[in-house]
């Protein structure tokens, strides 16, 4: 059974900064282009952020210059940090493949707050 899981979302103050880590099972991501999706309360799904199997990275306008998205295929986990946090990035945090295909986990929330 294929199964996306999201960790790493937590309360944090605008300006700090958070590690995302995404752990798949049941299907090897190494050579797959993965992606980092958000989703706050009345929005539809966005692309923060892609990497493919090769490592290239790509960000939305949003975040270029704060995300970073990495992975480590031995573990089969893709990561994001995020550094100088603002309100706007408070979200739900997905992964999955670029384009998605695989089942969506669970997701991890982002609040960030005063």
Do not use: H
Request: charged share 15%; with cysteine.
């Amino acid at each position: 059974q294929v199964r996306l899981a999201e960790s790493g979302g937590d309360l944090v103050q605008p300006g700090g900064s958070l590690r995302l880590s995404c752990a798949a099972s049941g299907s090897d991501i190494s050579f797959k282009a993965m992606g980092w999706y958000r989703q706050a309360p009345g929005n539809q799904r966005e692309l923060v952020a892609t990497i493919s199997s090769g490592g290239i990275t790509n960000y939305a306008d949003s975040v270029k210059g704060r995300f970073t998205v990495s992975r480590d295929n031995a573990k089969n986990t893709v990561y994001l940090q995020m550094n100088s946090l603002k309100f706007e990035d408070t979200a739900v945090y997905y992964c999955n493949t670029r384009p998605t295909y695989l089942p969506w986990g669970q997701g991890t929330q982002v609040t960030v707050s005063s």
